[in-house]
């Protein structure tokens, strides 16, 4: 059942160029985003939305894309938070909660606190027949297909992937896009899958740098813009399975603080694909060499040749739209955190102290 893989979590995250094109295929039809009409988003002027873990950074992401594309307010939150601080909703707000599993205790619970406050609540889940799913307005499938290792994987590409056509959709009606702009976007969107699978190719490096990153205690990740998520989900995903202790950080904030911490035992991940923060971010990259800290730079080849010099170490990523590199990304913070944990022989699907579903608070 794991395809001959040796862990589930190998096995999803080489599924996701096929999971993520299917995806494309159902919500995509003859260059139309075809989504249920009651979703219609003219008639809010704000978006409230609340997870947990990992489906926590696909909000986070998605706020990026929201405010930018579609520019409409985005709050997001953490669901534990979320729940107990009742905060006000106000009129013509949409409530999304995004979970893989659609049965996080604290998501349903804040999902029914938002019940008769917000205009409508969308869930965004992979199990279909789930509490949040049958508790919510509207229950959108992320269709990754079961995700059985506990490190969620396909299920946040998916759920990018899913919440980029959202916005999409969200520019369109607003009036927010352009026919030509939508449809390249769109374009962009379609190249993700086979970008993932071309990228796959990078595993044989990332092994050996993992080797590596395996004796180190601290790792930090940065990113900046809709990237620096994406540094929380790779500070995340290894924390959780290789127990090396790893944050993540929006490169502006380094020197507010964490740069103290970097001296040549610390690992720093810097995801950088050529976006217009793309300068700013290797600026800051450079602050951390000038102090000894040992730079793994994540970018396509260009940008890897111009800032690659004097980097600890590199992995080479294929050119792709700035806008919606996370969903590439994912990729090799997904890969980092399944190779370390192998070096390090740490339980890959079943981490300690973790459960695949969390249905208690
Ligand atoms: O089923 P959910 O998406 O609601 O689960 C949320 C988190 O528990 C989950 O994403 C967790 O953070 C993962 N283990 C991360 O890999």
């Known amino acids: ?63 990026y894309w929201f405010e930018q594309i579609a520019r409409i307010p985005v709050e997001v939150d953490v669901a534990s938070e979320f729940r107990y601080r009742e905060p006000p909703i106000p009129a013509r707000t949409l409530a999304i909660f995004v979970s893989q599993s659609g049965e996080t205790a604290d998501t349903l619970a804040a999902l029914h606190y938002a019940k008769g406050k917000a205009d409508m609540i969308l869930s965004v889940v992979n199990v279909t027949e789930s509490s949040m799913a049958r508790d919510s307005d509207l229950a959108l499938p992320i269709l990754a297909g079961v995700e059985v290792s ?40 379609k190249k993700i899958p086979s970008l993932i699978s071309h990228s796959l190719a990078i595993s044989s490096d990332v092994k050996k740098i993992a080797r590596k990153i395996a004796k180190a205690e601290d790792v930090l990740f940065l990113g900046r813009g809709a990237m620096f998520p994406l540094a929380l989900e790779g ?36 995801m950088a694909p050529r976006d217009a923060l793309f300068d700013k971010t290797v600026s800051n990259m450079q602050e951390v060499m000038a102090r000894g800290g040992k730079v793994l730079l994540i970018s396509d080849a260009k940008g890897i040749a111009q800032a690659g010099q004097g980097v600890w ?31 390090k022989g740490t339980d890959v699907d079943q981490p300690r102290n973790l459960a695949k579903s969390v249905t208690v608070e």
Request: hydrophobic share 45%; aromatic share 8%; with cysteine.
């Open 1 to 63: 059942e794991k395809a001959g893989h040796k862990h589930f979590m190998a096995k999803e995250i080489a599924e996701q160029p096929i999971v993520l094109a299917e995806a494309m295929t159902h919500y995509v039809q003859n260059g139309e985003i075809t989504l249920p009409e009651a979703l219609d988003f003219t008639k809010f002027d704000r978006i409230t939305m609340v997870a947990c873990g990992t489906a926590y950074l696909a909000c986070l992401t998605a706020k």
């Open 150 to 189: 506990v490190a969620s994987t396909k299920a946040f590409t998916c759920q990018l992937s899913l919440l980029s056509l959202l916005t999409l959709k969200a520019a369109q009606q607003r009036g927010k896009i352009d026919i030509g702009t939508a449809a390249k976007h769109l374009e962009n969107l």
């Open 235 to 270: 500070a995340l995903k290894l924390k959780e399975l290789s127990y090396i202790h790893a944050e993540g950080y929006a490169s502006g904030e380094l020197k507010h603080g964490p740069i103290a911490l970097i001296d040549n035992r610390v690992p720093v991940v810097v």
């Open 313 to 343: 170490e590199t992995l080479t990523m294929p050119e792709v739209d700035p806008v919606f590199a996370p969903i590439l990304y994912a990729l090799p913070a997904q890969l980092l955190a399944y190779y370390t944990a192998i070096a």
